[in-house]
Structures are given as structure tokens and as C-alpha cells.
């Protein structure tokens, strides 16, 4: 309980004599002057110091109007008082003003550690409310007059009887135990995102850490103050706990995953890889499985335990560019040597090749029909120009042979009749 209440006997009788109502005068003077003269000192003054945080321009134009108030008032009281009559009013309303103060710059100081501007307007209005709410409950000495009124309201649950000002103490406690712990969880999330070295996927990883730890935290706050036994209840999350962990062991195996995946680093936003004859690039990490978008836009959902137990290939591990590969078969007949210049040709003319790369093409084997060449080249930007590259490179190579009679095979049945 404050010292100081604002509304009591004294205070009350001043303001029906000559000397309150000339303090109401000067009170009623001193908060225009404040405002006028907070103004003035954030236009003339604060406006010149070009090399001040933005920050800081904000608390100051926050606090200067009040900052003026308080000592504004504190030379009323003193020259009311030494000239004319104790200045109980004014010495009421200058602790008014230092605790309105004190107030807006805690709120300031607290929220201004978010920097994005929607958080801040909201815990901004939320704890600075909040504040003033409880100072002026106190001020007023309206606290025991609403707990009689609540205690007034009761219900049963179970065998425990509550009281309205229960659960209007235990919603407030929450309410602000939920802020402070947001603004806390949002000051980290800046400081992570702004973190040098520390790739995006690493990034996503400490947030969800942050906000895991944060809620439990918070859990383990809020639960304490509303009469929860936080001892009875480990024993009985204990006991929940050996009940279903058989069936929840998938879920915190895929949990898992997901972290082992984001931290060894093995799968990354926008790998080409290739799983369960599946190809496609990574377009997306959760906490229970990895989306796979295909060559022909589909996307799978594939669960995080899979990457701990089957063998993947990954285009992109080390390196965003990677081959691509094509088979061309000729007939036996064919001059192989022209055949793979003209593939050399083919290749020149393609686009989207990286000739900077030598493209790599061998005859592979003697198959039942043809003779099999293999290609391997490198498009620019692998992940963009590989379908493209492969349809310019198989059509240059049609004409190509086409144009020197080079023929291209296919399997033959020769069927006999007697």
C-alpha cells in the first residue's frame, strides 16, 4: 500500500477554500506550460542532436512533457508554500506527476527493447496501462473497497471454494507475467536475427528453441501463482508421461530429427535431393517433416525421421551447381568418333551450359541394340536451367545426327514364319 492516497480528507477540504481553488489554478497553468515548454525543448533542443539513437529520440519525446511537469510543480509547492499556504494539493499532484514519471519511463525502457514497431505499440499500451491501473487503485485507495466487492462473488469447483478476487488477481498476474515474458521472447528473437555469421536455417533453429524455452518458463511462473502444486503435477506428467511415450514416440522422434537435420547441416533450404525416387528441391523444415517441392511442382511432406534412416542424395551438399547426365545410344555401325564430336558440337550450341567446366562424354557400354554413350555437363544455375538444358541438348543432338545419318537404334523383332 502507498503512502501517498490522493483522495482523502485534507485533499477533499482544500479544494472547497480559496487557497485549493488557486492551486487547481496553478496545477491547471503548470500542465500547459509543460506542454508547451516539453515542445519547444524537443523542437529547439533534442531536434539538433542529429547523432542521437533513435532510441533515444523516442524516450526523450516520450518523458520530456512530464519531466517539465514535475519540475514546474516542485517550484510551485515550494514558492506557494514559503509565500502564501502549505501546498497540499500541489505536493499531492507533484507525486502524482513523479509516479507517472517513473511509470512512462519503465514502460519506455521495457518495450523499447522490441524493435518491431507493431510489438512495441502493444506492450507498450499493455504495461503502461497496467501501471497506471494498479498506481491509481492504490492512489484512490479504491484496493479494499474492489476486493469486498469481488470477495462478494464465489463459486465452487470441486471441493475448493474461489472468490472473484481471486480470479481477478490470478487473470491480472498472468496477464502481465505473458507480457513481460512476450517482450522478453521478442527482444531475443531480434538479437538472434541480427546474429553475424549464422545461416538462416541455424537462425530458425535457435527461435524455435527461444520460444520453447520462453513458454515453459513462463508455464512454470504463471502456474505457482495461480495455486497450481508444481510438485504434484510433475508426478503426475510423470505418470502421463510412461503411459504415452510408446505412443508418442514417433512425434518426438520426428521432434528430434528435425533438430539433428537443421544442425549437422545435412539438408538445407533449397537442396536438390533425390529420396524414395523422389527429386525435389527443400523448400521447407518443420519440427515434424520436410517439404519437398518436385520437378513438376508438387510438394511431399516427408517425415524428419526419414533423413536419419535412408540413404538420400543431395545435388547441393556441397556445392549449389551439379552435373546432369544423359545416355545416348547409336547404331554399331556408326563412326563413334563423329558421334562424339557432334555431341561436342550439340553441346557448344546449347544454352545455359557452363563451358568453363569440361563436359565429360564416353562411350559406357556395348548394349544389345547400341552402343551407349554417356554426357555429363554443367548448366548454370543447376537448379533452375537442368530441365531446360536437357530438352536444347537432346533436341541439338537429334538434328545433329539426323543431318549426318547418324542413326539412333531401337530395339528390333524379327519373327519367322514357317
Known sequence: MLDFIFIKQ??????????????V??????LFLSKFIGAKLLNKVFGSWQGLAHFAQEAISKITSRSVFVVLMLLDSI?????????????SFLILGIVLLLIRTIAVIFTYAIRNQTHQTFFYNGIYLSLISVFFISACNLNHLLVDKFNKFTFQIGNSRISGWEVVSDAFIITVTCLMMSS??????DMIKQMSG????????MLRLNKLLVSLITIFIVLPEVGINLTALSVFGGAIGIGVGFGLQKIVSNFLSAFIILLDKSVKIG?????????GNVSKITIRYVVIKCLDDTEVLIPNEKFMTEAIINHTYSSSDFGLELTVGVGYQVDLRQAIQLIRDAIKKTPNINHERESIIYVREFAESAINIFI???????LRNSNPVRNE????????FKRNNIEIPFPKLDVYLK
Open 10 to 23: 485534507s485533499n477533499v477540504e482544500t479544494l472547497f477554500n480559496t487557497y485549493g481553488i488557486l492551486q
Open 25 to 30: 489554478c496553478l496545477i491547471a497553468l503548470t
Open 79 to 91: 514558492v506557494f508554500g514559503i509565500l502564501i499556504h502549505p501546498p497540499i494539493l500541489l505536493g
Open 184 to 189: 522478453i521472447m521478442f527482444t531475443l528473437n
Open 198 to 205: 549464422a545461416d538462416k536455417d541455424t537462425i530458425k533453429l
Open 271 to 279: 537442396d536438390r535431393i533425390v529420396i524414395n525416387n523422389l527429386t
Open 376 to 382: 555429363r555437363v554443367w548448366p548454370n544455375d543447376s
Open 393 to 400: 541438348l537432346h533436341i541439338e543432338i537429334i538434328e545433329s
